[in-house]
């Protein structure tokens, strides 16, 4: 029991006491490990490269722009203009400017020679105009003169007729051949007398001056039925129209 109580004394002793660790040097003890520092440096890691082109700036752009222009400039200043190029750029231009002042004075004469040729053509087709208007007077009394015989004292026979009948048809023969000559010479010259009625023609303002319209049974509606006084026309045109009367039923 003594025993007992000493040793748990002794234990409780020790416990109380303060433990010191003493390192105690060894031939064997293990130094330390040196892992040998790794370098950041740029120069010791692998450089990449992009393929793709960096954007330009609109300040780059801009610059750029601004250089090219001041280039262009100083060439422009420094290079100077070649005298015979500039000769030949006169020389073509004006060389355009004579052809079209050639087409263009060609085209003037060819219309002044069609020009001409219809003038001419119209003062020899028309000269005898105011001549032509003198002469229908002339050409109306004598046909007037004719239509004064009556029919009935031309359709006697030669047995029958007296010497005074005999005289007059002489007379109105004479008359009749004068005219058809000189409508047959004027004719040649352009001038010919036109009497509507004779084929029952519509009626035409261009060729014919309607005096009066009537109705007509029998007629068709704006034919002309009547001449007053026979039309003439001169290589075409009309230089007296038909004094005519009309049909107008309606």
């Known amino acids: 029991m003594i025993q007992r109580s000493l040793l748990r004394q002794s234990r409780a002793l020790s416990s109380k006491l303060p433990r010191t660790l003493t390192a105690l040097p060894s031939r064997y003890s293990a130094s330390p490990l040196r892992i040998p520092a790794i370098s950041t440096s740029r120069s010791l890691l692998p450089k990449w490269y992009s393929t793709t082109p960096e954007p330009k700036t609109d300040a780059g752009e801009a610059s ?55 003038d001419v053509a119209a ?42 009948i005999k005289d007059l048809k002489n007379l109105y023969d004479g008359l009749k051949m004068t005219e058809r000559i000189m409508m047959e010479t ?23 001056e309607a005096m009066f319209m009537t109705k007509m049974e029998g007629k068709e509606e704006g034919s002309v039925f009547v001449t007053q006084q026979k039309g003439f026309r001169l290589n075409g045109r009309v230089i007296r129209a038909a004094k005519v009367g009309v049909v107008k039923n309606s």
Not at 135 to 161: F, G, H, Q
Not at 188 to 203: A, I, Q, T
């Open 64 to 118: 750029a722009a601004e250089s090219s222009e001041v280039t262009s400039g100083k060439d422009a200043v420094e290079t100077p203009e070649d005298p015979l190029k500039k000769e030949l750029e006169t020389k073509n231009r004006e060389i355009i400017d004579l052809k079209d002042k050639y087409l263009r004075s060609v085209a003037d004469f060819r219309n002044l020679q069609d020009r001409t040729k219809r």
């Open 123 to 164: 003062a020899r087709d028309f000269a005898i105009t105011r001549f032509a208007k003198d002469l229908i007077d002339s050409v109306d009394n004598l046909d007037r003169a004719l239509d004064t015989v009556a029919p009935e004292k031309l359709s006697v026979s030669d047995a029958e007729l007296s010497d005074e």
């Open 186 to 208: 004027l004719k040649k010259h352009g001038l010919e007398r036109f009497d509507p009625n004779e084929k029952g023609e519509k009626f035409d303002p261009n060729l014919h």
